[in-house]
């Protein structure tokens, strides 16, 4: 079964202070790893779509690495637009449509 | 552009009671899908339907029944809603999954409360 896990569940930083955000994945056969954003209230967001171990896609303050066990989120200088919870995903090459999502985690950038 | 449009964004309802929630893409997308989240556990698919005319069963469909109305269009039923029901219930599109970077577009859910 794939599996999901995302660290750490929150996250608070001051503004223009950088970290990166965890998703560990058990799949068997990586299709796909997706990364989300979601605000309050709203819908998932698309981020990145990566597909092979030392891929990499940047969007703004945003880069996203992948290995063959996880997937990094890398913020650069945050700002407090980029508070947000950020979802990981991955698809298996086996089975049907289903996307296996991590539960989030919570980033609050603090001005 | 409104993308992925759902309706209602509350609701509360009573043990046993029927609803049905609706969905519509304007992005003339294939595929779409149903999903529940629930805290601490990560967006679980419901049902989806890779194309207009067909649906297939996701991780929880027990309690739940679909219908493509045509390619824009996908609702949700519950038949007799239960409290294990309380969720927020989101739906997404895609142009199709097997040839594109499979981006999912969310709409901006329904909170749903069951009694």
């Known amino acids: 079964e794939d599996q999901v896990t995302q660290s750490p569940e929150a996250l608070r930083l001051q503004e223009g202070e950088s970290s990166s955000l965890n998703c560990s994945y058990t799949?068997?056969?990586?299709?796909?790893l997706f990364w989300y954003r979601q605000d309050p209230g709203k819908g998932p967001e698309f981020l990145f779509t990566?597909?092979?171990a030392g891929e990499e896609k940047e969007k703004e303050r945003l880069k996203a690495t992948l290995t063959k066990k996880e997937s990094f989120l890398h913020i650069t200088a945050p700002k407090p637009e980029d508070s947000a919870t950020y979802l990981c995903?991955?698809?298996?090459?086996?089975?049907?449509?289903?996307?296996?999502f991590g539960t989030g985690t919570r980033l609050t950038i603090i001005p | 552009n409104a993308g992925v449009t759902q309706t209602p964004k509350f609701q509360v309802l009573k043990t046993g009671q029927s609803m049905t929630l609706q969905c519509a893409q304007d992005?003339?997308?294939?595929?779409m899908y149903w999903y529940r989240q629930d805290p601490g556990m990560g967006l679980r698919l419901i049902y989806y339907?890779?194309?207009?005319?067909?649906?297939d069963k996701g991780e929880v469909p027990n309690g739940y029944n679909v219908s493509r109305l045509n390619k824009r269009e996908f609702s949700l039923r519950l038949e007799s809603a239960a409290p294990s029901q309380t969720s927020v219930y989101f739906c997404?599109?895609?142009?199709?999954?097997?040839?594109?970077?499979?981006?999912?577009?969310f709409g901006s859910g329904t909170q749903l409360s069951v009694l």
């Open positions: 997404a599109s895609s142009a199709d999954p097997d040839l594109t970077n499979e981006k999912l577009f």
């Open positions: 799949v068997s056969g990586l299709r796909g």
């Open positions: 990566l597909y092979s």
């Open positions: 995903a991955v698809r298996s090459n086996f089975g049907n449509e289903k996307l296996t």
């Open positions: 992005m003339n997308h294939n595929s």
């Open positions: 339907s890779a194309s207009e005319g067909t649906t």
